[in-house]
């Protein structure tokens, strides 16, 4: 467990991306104990207007301006935070193949420059943490068909069988897969399998070496899917729940992607927060690696019955529609989370949902 029992206050904490659907709950559980310095480009994709900033709290201090300009993060340095929390990222698994450029720029480019300015300006901070993906581990590992005993990481899966509805990854030998096994960081060999879980790999790679090299403490919380109330209604590219909610509101019938069969863990946002904010409180000099889920493994098809039984919309329609770069399947273990920040997590699915969606209605009725 972690160690927090210091009492000297206020201590500085950076929050890259700090206007976001994370950030924001992270200010809110800092706010009272820290002196804050959010930094945010203001992405149209996420942010439609400029109501979070209006939002702030006066005590926050507000960059506008994106990560990979070297100005803004020399004024990141200038504050001298004890604690950076580097948000800031592209997130879109789809986008990220017609703008892979602009996740690199982002991902890759905008956390080196972070680093370079703490550096150059000798202000290493006691603590770097970065929410990292789930999206790393590509199809991730799964047992073998022929013998549960025996696992294999499953292979990219090919377009051309997608489109034929041959939804399952097959093993490094064309081996057939039987069930899917949790992220582990302990365990589970990063293999990306699109342009953005590439990008959030080498982001990895460049602060594990950075920190290592500089003596910097650091905490990678692997996210699985996040959803909840604040994630942007307008973004295509991201927030699968949000989409589906918008859809059930409306009154039609959710499109569920794959058969319905595609497996993934949704974590609450503000399970998410807690658990970023734990690692920010951190005090101790031990890096750490770990998966941030629910720890629950939900075919979507049953997830997007639950949205529509809520919203009091028709049943899902179950689809051979299908995103190039997706995974079929993907869910936590979160023992080490649990073990290294007392993660636990509290909200339920249901209770979940329902809070989407009253955020989602309240959002398009604007």
């Given amino acids: 467990m972690i160690d927090t029992g210091h009492s ?26 820290h002196e804050i310095f959010v930094v945010d480009n203001l992405h149209p994709q996420v942010h439609q207007d400029r109501r979070r900033v209006d939002e702030l709290p006066e005590r926050v201090t507000f960059l506008e301006g994106d990560v990979a300009d070297p100005s803004n993060m020399q004024a990141v340095a200038a504050f001298r935070p ?4 580097h948000l800031a990222a592209e997130t879109g698994t789809g986008q990220s193949l017609l703008q892979s450029r602009r996740h690199a720029e982002v991902n890759v480019t905008g956390t080196a420059t972070l680093l370079d300015a703490l550096a150059g300006a000798d202000a290493l901070p006691e603590r770097l943490v970065i929410p990292s993906s789930r999206a790393i581990y590509g199809e991730g590992v799964w047992t073998l068909a022929s013998d549960e005993n025996v696992s294999a990481h499953g292979l990219p899966r090919d377009p051309t069988r997608l489109a034929n ?3 399952l990854p097959t093993g490094p030998d064309g081996e057939e897969l039987g069930s899917p096994l949790p992220n582990n960081a302990a365990r589970s060999e990063p293999r990306p399998a699109n342009v953005y879980a590439a990008t959030k790999l080498a982001q990895e790679n460049v602060a594990r070496a950075w920190c290592i090299g500089l003596g910097v403490p650091l905490s990678l919380l692997r996210l699985q899917n996040v959803y909840g109330a604040g994630q942007a209604t307008g973004n ?4 699968v729940l949000t989409f589906m909610a918008k859809q059930a509101l409306a009154g039609e019938q959710i499109n569920v992607y794959e058969g319905g069969g595609i497996i993934r863990d949704f974590v609450n946002v503000a399970d998410v927060a807690d658990a970023l904010t734990q690692a920010a409180l951190d005090r101790t000099q031990d890096s750490l690696t770990v998966d941030i889920g629910s720890g629950d493994a939900k075919p979507l098809e049953e997830v997007a019955r639950l949205l529509s039984e809520l919203a009091g919309a028709p049943e899902p329609r179950l689809s051979n529609d299908f995103r190039a770069g997706d995974v079929r399947a993907a869910y936590a273990d979160i023992d080490a989370a ?16 329902r809070e989407l969606l009253s955020w989602v209605g309240s959002e398009v009725s604007k």
């Fill in 338 to 353: 649990g073990h290294a920040l007392g993660f636990s997590p509290k909200v339920g699915l249901r209770d979940g949902l």
């Fill in 82 to 85: 004890h604690v950076v929390v």
């Fill in 236 to 239: 295509p590219y991201t927030g």
């Fill in 8 to 33: 000297e206050s206020p201590r500085r904490v950076v929050l890259t991306g700090g206007l976001g659907f994370i950030g924001t709950k992270m200010v809110d559980r800092l706010i009272d104990s």
């Fill in 165 to 167: 509805g041959e939804w």
